[in-house]
Nanobody, 116 residues
Framework: QVQLVESGGGLVQPGGSLRLSCVAS????????IRWYRQAPGKEREFVAH????????NYADSMKGRSTISKDYTRNTVYLQMNSLKPEDTAMYYC?????????WGQGTQVTVSS
């Protein structure tokens, strides 16, 4: 079955960096786009970054442009989200998502907390 497992979150000081991982299984990793979203307490889930099936196209939310990089490792079936210059407002649960046909799959999320 389709499975997405996120990891790499944690507590980091403002200005710090984290690399989130999303390990995918149960589908053709090279055949689908993967997206990262985040949800802060009391707020709606919002788009963070996208990578195309072959990794050639990426795009980012305005709030993350210039501070984050999304990439795919086809040998590990893993999507990474490198985040730099983190701010307190980046604090949220981060999720990866894949849509296969009409079905959307989410991982369980990984918590990122940016605080001094």
């Amino acid at each position: 079955q389709v499975q997405l497992v996120e990891s790499g979150g944690g507590l980091v000081q403002p200005g710090g960096s984290l690399r989130l991982s999303c390990v995918a299984s149960g589908f053709s990793f090279s055949g689908y786009a993967i997206r990262w979203y985040r949800q802060a307490p009391g707020k709606e889930r919002e788009f963070v970054a996208h990578i195309s099936p072959n990794g050639a196209i990426t795009n980012y939310a305005d709030s993350m442009k210039g501070r984050s990089t999304i990439s795919k490792d086809y040998t590990r079936n893993t999507v990474y989200l490198q985040m730099n210059s983190l701010k307190p407002e980046d604090t949220a649960m981060y999720y990866c998502k894949v849509q296969i046909g009409v079905t959307i799959y989410w991982g369980q999320g990984t918590q990122v907390t940016v605080s001094s």
